[in-house]
């Protein structure tokens, strides 16, 4: 966070100079407003960001051509931060428009071309529409193979995003190939201690940890760390990934003591180096939450969760899917606690964000309803938590088959409720 505050202010002040020297639409002033609002986007004040990426797209709108390379920079570096807001549409919108310039004038094979074709995909894997995530990665993927050696670094980013997609539609074995595929390009072309092979072992790490292979997952997350603690400051935000990383494994394995420990080094970094309210952190209080949770420290799991729903509030948009799975948490943490009328209420602004959002097709929202009905239930208010598990099924088996076991705990749950009524 330091360096980035350093790097504001003499871009603060360069812009300051320029403003006293130039007109008001110089070309020059659009440089440093995207400089600073690279700035804010990394040190994640993202309304900042987003201020000083539009003043310099409205410098080169009155200044360049329609179809000008740098509107086409400018647009993505818009589109950048409305991805970092959980903002998909906006951020697709000006993807496209980045794109769209992007075709109409340059080669078929550039890499502007590839590197537009990789932020849409990043929006729409972001947006679960990963068969379209797919599509664009790929047509990326192919530009970077007709231009560059078979061991460029760009070809790994290219694996190493295609997979990402595998890992997110569950299709583990692909997801592997691909990492690994972007893991032999780095321990070629890279030295045996450089950032990028670390990312690389901590992708194959996520991997193994989503199917549930704990000890492999270790293994790699350790690589990682190994790496970091070498090259890195020991308040590196990449550090604090990797604590994490090792703490969600721990989490998972059962060992409590040690999970706290590693997501603590996390938040000492974070706390060195983020913003109080930095979205990174609410992702670590929801996960410091969730150990108290599994150790039956419930005041102190209703503590870190409620701080992430603070930032979240005042970070992110009202129905980012984030927030839900906040609400949902402090929901869980009420309901262990026995108080279902604090609890129910979360658990509706959860499902309230989800059916409005894309992921009202998938599991997420089918849980918000089975959780919200359990409330129900142990409030004895039957008749709602029956109107709430008829409507599970139509979700959960447009997103399972019919024969998953979700869809039987549902239709068990319901002859349950009848039972009750």
Do not use: W
């Not at 890992?167 to 691909?178: D, E, H, I, P, V």
């Not at 080094?265 to 930095?278: F, P």
């Not at 839900?324 to 604090?342: F, P």
């Amino acid at each position: 966070m330091g360096e980035y505050s350093k790097a504001l202010s003499y871009y603060e002040n360069a812009l300051q100079i320029k403003e006293k020297a130039l007109p008001s639409n110089h070309p020059s002033l659009a440089i440093s407003y995207n400089n600073i609002g690279s700035m804010y986007k990394n040190m994640g004040e993202y309304s900042k960001a987003l201020s000083s990426h539009e003043k310099a797209l409205e410098i080169y709108q009155k200044t360049l051509p329609s179809n000008h390379p740098d509107l086409a920079i400018s647009y993505n570096n818009i589109g950048s931060v409305y991805y970092n807001m959980g903002e998909y549409s906006e951020a697709l919108s000006s993807h496209e428009q980045a794109l769209e310039i992007c075709e109409k004038t340059l080669p078929a094979n550039h890499p502007d071309l590839a590197t537009s074709f990789n932020n849409i995909g990043g929006v729409y894997d972001s947006m679960e529409e990963y068969s379209k995530a797919l599509s664009f990665y790929e047509k990326a993927f192919e530009i970077k193979q007709k231009t560059l050696p078979s061991n460029h670094p760009d070809l790994a980013t290219s694996y190493n995003n295609i997979g990402s997609v595998y890992k997110n539609m569950r299709q583990y074995s692909k997801a592997l190939t691909f990492y690994e595929k972007d893991l032999e390009i780095c321990e070629k072309t890279l030295p045996s201690n450089h950032p990028s092979l670390a990312t690389s072992y901590g992708n194959i790490g996520s991997v193994y940890y989503s199917m549930g292979e704990d000890s492999k997952a270790l293994s790699f997350y350790e690589k990682a760390l190994e790496i970091r603690q070498k090259t890195l400051p020991s308040n590196h935000p990449s550090l604090g990934t990797s604590y994490s990383n090792i703490g969600s494994v721990y989490h998972n394995m059962g060992e409590y003591s040690k999970a706290l420990s590693f997501y603590e080094k996390d938040l000492k970094i974070c706390h060195q180096t983020l913003r109080y309210y930095h979205p990174d952190l609410a992702t670590l209080y929801n996960s410091i939450g969730s150990v108290y949770y599994s150790i039956g420290e419930y005041t102190k799991a209703l503590s870190f969760c409620e701080k992430a729903i603070e930032i979240q509030q005042k970070t992110l948009p009202s129905n980012h899917p984030s927030l839900a799975i906040s609400y949902n948490n402090v929901g869980l943490v009420y309901s262990k606690m026995g108080e279902y009328s604090k609890s129910l209420p979360f658990y509706e602004k959860a499902l309230e964000i989800y059916q409005k959002t894309l992921l009202s097709k998938r599991s997420h929202l089918s849980t918000s309803y089975t959780k919200t009905d359990r409330i129900f239930r142990n409030m004895k208010d039957y008749s709602k938590a029956l109107s709430n598990y008829e409507r599970v099924p139509d979700i959960r088996q447009r997103a399972l088959l019919r024969t998953h076991p979700l869809i039987k705990d549902v239709t068990e749950s319901i002859e349950i409720v009848k039972k009750k009524l």
